[in-house]
């Protein structure tokens, strides 16, 4: 059976994956940084006997060490690398009104947190058969696709982690280890909707990352794809 970690499995993009990895009989180890708050969460595992709930906050290097402790010997198929944060304070995001706590807040949770977790399980996905890392990264974070949401924080997290798994992607190439950067498109989650034009279905866009995960071979290995099959520049 094959296993795939998630990060951020609570709610949202993460809570789908889960949902459509256990119900495709894979076994399921969902994080969330609150287990005892992650009601929809917690009812998945209760119906399904494949889901583990594990506690992981990404920005917290020492509660990931800790999970990978906790997980040390458990081949991880495929990472998804799912948890982010944005901010519907789009004021204090543009220049002229830079609130540089809240950037850093947004880096350390969106850049450094999946590159901390893929380190520490990295381990974990060498000993699999699939040893495929990705991420939920954005358009947004594309250097040559600009698009009308000019806020810094987020769009700069997202560039310098594709770079992360760019560079992350050549180096394990001798080991067998694929890395792909996905884009769900603008998916109707709590984070979607605190932007005007949310289209996506949340079954949709995972449905789309999950066949782009599948299709992931070395050859790939390092590429920026969206949900809909599409390539995204850099
Ligand atoms: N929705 C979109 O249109 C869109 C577009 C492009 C990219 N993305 C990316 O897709 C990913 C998932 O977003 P979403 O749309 O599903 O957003 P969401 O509904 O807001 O869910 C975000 C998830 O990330 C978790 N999270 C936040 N900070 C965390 C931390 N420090 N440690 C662990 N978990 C943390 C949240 O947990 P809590 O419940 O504890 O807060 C929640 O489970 C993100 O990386 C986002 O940047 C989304």
Redesign the pocket.
């Known amino acids: 059976m094959s296993t795939v970690l998630i990060?951020?499995?609570?709610?949202?993009?993460?809570l789908e994956f889960a949902a459509q990895y256990a119900g495709d009989g894979w076994q399921v180890i969902a994080s969330?940084?609150?287990p005892e708050k992650a009601e929809s969460l917690k009812r998945l595992a209760g119906e399904n006997g494949q889901v583990k709930i594990v506690q992981?906050?990404?920005?917290d290097h020492a509660s990931v060490d800790a999970c990978a402790a906790q997980l040390f010997g458990q081949p991880v198929d495929v990472l998804v690398n799912?948890?982010?944060?944005?901010s519907n304070d789009f004021a204090h995001q543009m220049l002229g009104g830079f609130d540089f706590e809240n950037w850093e807040n947004i880096l350390r949770?969106?850049t450094l947190?999946p590159m901390k977790v893929s380190e520490a399980f990295l381990p974990n996905v060498k000993a699999s058969a699939q040893k495929k890392i990705t991420v939920?990264?954005?358009t947004?974070g594309s250097l040559t696709d600009m698009n009308e949401y000019p806020v810094y924080p987020y769009a700069t997290s997202?560039a310098a982690l594709n770079k992360g798994m760019r560079m992350m992607a050549e180096q394990l190439r001798n080991d067998g280890v694929s890395v792909l950067c996905l884009?769900?498109?603008?998916?109707k989650?709590?984070?979607?909707m605190m932007a005007e034009g949310?289209s996506v279905e949340v079954t949709d866009a995972v449905l789309g990352m999950r066949n782009e995960i599948s299709n992931l071979t070395m050859a790939t290995s390092g590429s920026f794809r969206r949900y809909n099959g599409e390539t995204i520049s850099w």
């Open positions: 990060t951020g499995a609570n709610r949202g993009l993460g969330c940084r609150s992981i906050d990404v920005s799912n948890a982010g944060i944005a949770t969106n947190g939920v990264s954005s947004v997202k884009c769900p498109g603008h998916a989650t709590d984070m979607g949310a």
